[in-house]
């Protein structure tokens, strides 16, 4: 079964924090935060001999005071590791948004996780994103995300990590990253494709605030929907780029109205202000309209 047979609910997912699972003060930070989702990050962040407290602080968190409005998204190691079967079994009893997979190098990485979720009975509600960060992560891309979107699959989102790229592939950390768009093209390419998000990987020097806002803007031009951050100060500059603008939204909602005229019933392309527009750029607009809509309604509920 395609993508096509299978709509996914619009999320917005323009800044998407991590925090490491082992920082107690973090974690309640995220209460006060404007990002769109929370890494709840049990891997890179923490120590070995940190792990299982790391788990016991997520716990403790979880049964807390709720996180409102964002995507709740634990970050796990893998599971050829020492930890990752116990960070399954804290996934499948937290039950948070998502589940994010480290180094997925094929579809297999993908749809093992879904078996267990299934096994276990998790709501369906309970989603898997991928970090692509490998060599073989990047060439099999569009294979992932085809296995991902098979009948019973809960692939939603892709998450570039390039430290780990770089460092397996040598190519240095230029600004522009004049050598890697050829492979963050491909992953997006892979995700349009089957109907899936793409996140661009994180940017390191939080206090190069300039630097930061000029990658952004590349990576929405480029097709992601949002970037992994690794400091609040970066949540800003995230949601201005990747969020849509009043000039976006004014397009989109004169879109709309022109395909609800009578006038336009049985028709595929119609002339709006002058340009030819298909119904494929209804749907689009419909979407960019209910992520301005969602961001509106969170703004309301601050």
Known sequence: MNSNSMPRSISLRRSVLSVPAINSRALEKTHGLDCDAIIFDLEDSVAPEKKAEAREKLKAFFSGKPL?????????????????????????????????????????????????????????????????ETPRGILNAAAIAEAGRTQGSRLDCFVLGLNDLRKETGVLPQPGRTYLVPWLMQVVLAVRAYGLDAIDSVFNDFRDADAFDTECAHARAMGFDGKMLIHPAQIEA????????????????????????????????INVNGRMIERLHLVQAEGLVHKARLIAERQTAK
């Open 238 to 269: 995230a949601n201005r780029n990747f969020g849509p603008d009043a000039s976006a939204i004014a397009e989109a909602e004169a879109i709309i109205a022109a395909f609800a005229d009578p006038a336009a019933e049985g028709l595929n392309v």
């Open 68 to 132: 409102a409005n964002k995507e709740r998204i634990i970050r796990i190691n893998t599971l050829s590791s020492t930890f990752g079967h116990a960070d399954m079994e804290l996934v499948r009893t937290l039950e948070p948004d998502a589940v994010l997979l480290p180094k997925v190098n094929e579809p297999q990485d993908v749809m093992s996780v879904g078996d267990l979720l299934a096994d276990a009975d998790a709501p369906e509600s309970l989603r898997i994103w991928a970090m692509i």
